[in-house]
């Protein structure tokens, strides 16, 4: 089988790669995706696409600095994004166990509530950001 991209779309490929590789570097898959992340990367002087090079010392094909700084960029945000989802997803949680010892909802409305719970802890995080949370004893 016989893929064709064009310029922009191996660019596009390229980045996803590195967004994938990132999230799955730990895991027991890991050779596989860097033998297809070489791979793809060994493309990039056809494509003429700047931020890859070959590293005769180490034998890979590795980003620019400016690449990679690009990508980090994106992983960057999204993993703040999801930093503050799951913050705001447990401190509702917290709220809803303590609220749920003094009233019995039935699961509709339980699921309701801690929507609710999760849309005043982003809109209090969106608003103050996390300068005033805080850890007590």
Do not use: C, P
């Amino acid at each position: 089988m016989k893929i064709n991209f064009t310029k922009s779309q191996y660019d596009t490929l390229i980045k996803l790669v590195q967004y994938g590789y990132w999230i799955t570097s730990d895991s027991e898959n890991n050779e596989k995706f860097s033998e297809l992340e070489q791979y793809l990367n060994s493309y990039a002087m056809d494509f003429d696409v700047k931020g890859i090079e070959y590293v005769k010392e180490y034998g890979i094909y590795d980003l620019s600095r400016e690449l990679e700084e690009e990508i980090h960029e994106v992983i960057d945000q999204y993993e703040e994004g999801v930093f503050l989802d799951k913050l705001a997803y447990y401190m509702a949680r917290k709220e809803f166990a303590k609220e749920s010892k003094l009233k019995e909802l039935n699961q509709e409305e339980a699921f309701q509530r801690i929507l609710e719970l999760e849309e005043k802890y982003h809109l209090y995080i969106e608003e103050n950001g996390l300068d005033h949370l805080k850890i007590e004893k």
